[in-house]
């Protein structure tokens, strides 16, 4: 018993350490103050753990990117013509 009771205070600091990352990187994300490295190495981790929401994210970003339509400056808009 006394052998268990080192590995199992190693395991409650380990868990302990991740919930307070965790923790810490949900609310830079709801801040949005997550600098360039933060948000990079955030998106990696993203990427390697949890692929599901990396696409979700890099699909939010995409369409964050695409621009509306605008109008012409005579006030109509004008349709593009397939080829």
Do not use: N, W
């Amino acid at each position: 018993m006394h052998a268990l009771v080192p590995c199992l205070l190693l395991t409650a600091f380990l868990a302990a350490v991740m919930s307070a990352f965790t923790g810490l990187a949900r609310r830079i994300r709801r801040r949005g103050t997550a600098g360039g490295g933060l948000s990079g190495a955030l998106a990696a981790y993203e990427e390697a753990f949890r692929t599901t929401s990396h696409a979700a994210h890099q699909e939010i970003r995409a369409q964050a990117d695409r621009q509306a339509p605008s109008d012409s400056p005579d006030g109509l808009r004008r349709r593009r013509r397939k080829r």
